[in-house]
């Protein structure tokens, strides 16, 4: 598991394309600087869509990708935070 201490957590489990980076981005936009968001997913494709999001998007890097399982369900954690 990651090291980093998110300042909140986004569940946006059973959401797919583009909803993850829609919610994601709402999210991003109530941090302060420097705080960190964990969004966890079941979407496969979000942790190229978040990459690409976060990549292309000024004041936010993406620290951290993970892959794993919850109760047998492939989960995708994401930790963004924001510059």
């Known amino acids: 598991m990651s090291e980093y201490e998110p300042t909140t957590t986004l569940d946006v489990k059973g959401l797919s394309c583009p909803m993850p980076v829609v919610k994601t981005r709402g999210a991003v936009d109530d941090l302060a600087g ?3 968001l964990k969004v966890v997913s079941t979407d496969s494709g979000s942790m190229s869509d978040l990459k ?3 990549d292309a998007t000024d004041g936010v890097a993406l620290l951290d990708q993970e892959e794993g399982e919850d109760g047998g369900d492939s989960i995708y954690v994401h930790f963004v935070q924001k510059e």
């Open 34 to 36: 420097g705080e960190i």
């Open 52 to 54: 690409g999001w976060a």
